[in-house]
């Protein structure tokens, strides 16, 4: 019985392990994301709309969130995407699914939130 407790508890463990490093694996962000619903400090706004990041599978990174389109790098670290740059950034990736991701970040002491949704390749779908 005890040895039951203590193998139930290191597999408790690992698992929990496992689910805190979960985030995309390196490739599995290629692709353009739209921003499909943005909030500063907690409230919606549409500032956004038409907004959109395109992760390319050499670590290049284009946005044009700011209203002007950016090109740089970027590499993935956990849970996290760090831009570098002129305009380094560093976003955490709440919330993440093969489809759609929470991205937050703060930005001139603006706490922002971005849902971004994976454009479709094949626009029938």
Known sequence: MQKFSILSF???????CA????GPQPGELDGKWQI????????????????YFIFHENGQLETNY???????????DGQSIVQGGEMPM????????????????????????????RESENPAE
């Open 10 to 16: 290191c597999l408790f463990c690992l698992l929990a």
């Open 90 to 117: 560093n976003y955490t990736l709440s919330e993440w699914a093969d489809s759609s991701v929470w991205m937050n970040f703060e930005m001139q002491q603006f706490k922002f939130e971005f849902l971004l949704k």
């Open 66 to 76: 700011t209203g002007e389109i950016v090109q740089t790098t970027y590499k993935l």
């Open 19 to 22: 689910t805190e490093a979960a």
């Open 36 to 51: 499909a619903e943005a909030k500063r400090n907690g409230k919606l706004t549409q500032t956004f709309s038409n907004a």
